[in-house]
T-cell receptor, first 113, second 113 residues
Framework: KAGVTQTPRYLIKTRGQQVTLSCSPI?????VSWYQQTPGQGLQFLFE???????NKGNFPGRFSGRQFSNSRSEMNVSTLELGDSALYLC????????????FGPGTRLTVT | DQQVKQNSPSLSVQEGRISILNCDYT??????FLWYKKYPAEGPTFLIS?????DKNEDGRFTVFLNKSAKHLSLHIVPSQPGDSAVYFC????????????FGAGTTVTVRA
């Protein structure tokens, strides 16, 4: 099976702009979770989508939003970018119906200048 | 509120010796625990997991121990190899939270030749 893919891999944006990141899960997986990783902060949970519905949400401002399509692909959007949004954004997929391990994509490195 | 804690940010070990990584959690509802390994510029890779009904799980050089009463788990790597140099994340799954994963901040392992 193909793994989790994320596009783009690298992105440079300016403060105030908005950005959309994309994630394609492993075939058959219905859950997609998004995480932000910054140095020393570990993996901060953003949100999780399951069958096109947001099922869990972390403690991030409303500038961070997402959606999931009927084919389980997911997008994450960040509006009005701030310098502090510079991070590695990771998505992970799982079957979503039990305590299964999540499989991560390679991440999108976002730099805000 | 950090429910999963890895109190050692780094660990240095000689090649061939044992690496022991520790993780503590506060939520007694967690019932499934996982360890991930992450290299720079890559997504985390699943290593090993353990259910709360067990106290030990072994997979090759990797063994995870769970002490439910102490809310503590550890990962043993024996023998340590240079390719084990990476960041290791502990994670826990909450069945009451739709199996959302909570991650620790990570421990950077350096294996010395």
């Amino acid at each position: 099976k193909a793994g989790v893919t994320q596009t783009p891999r690298y992105l440079i944006k300016t403060r105030g702009q908005q950005v959309t990141l994309s994630c394609s899960p492993i075939s058959g997986h219905r859950s997609v979770s998004w995480y932000q990783q910054t140095p020393g902060q570990g993996l901060q949970f953003l949100f999780e989508y399951f069958s096109e519905t947001q099922r869990n949400k972390g403690n991030f401002p409303g500038r961070f939003s997402g959606r999931q399509f009927s084919n389980s692909r997911s997008e994450m959007n960040v509006s009005t970018l701030e310098l502090g949004d510079s991070a590695l954004y990771l998505c992970a997929s799982s079957p979503g119906t039990g305590p299964y391990e999540q499989y991560f994509g390679p991440g999108t490195r976002l730099t805000v200048t | 509120d950090q429910q999963v804690k890895q109190n050692s940010p780094s660990l240095s070990v000689q090649e061939g010796r044992i690496s022991i990584l520790n993780c503590d959690y506060t939520n007694s509802m967690f019932d499934y625990f996982l360890w991930y390994k992450k290299y720079p510029a890559e997504g985390p890779t699943f290593l090993i997991s353990i259910s709360s009904i067990k106290d030990k799980n072994e997979d090759g050089r990797f063994t995870v121990f769970l002490n439910k009463s102490a809310k503590h788990l550890s990962l043993h790597i024996v023998p340590s190899q240079p390719g084990d140099s990476a960041v290791y994340f502990c994670a826990a799954s909450d069945p009451g939270g739709d199996y959302k994963l909570s991650f620790g901040a990570g421990t950077t392992v350096t294996v010395r030749a």
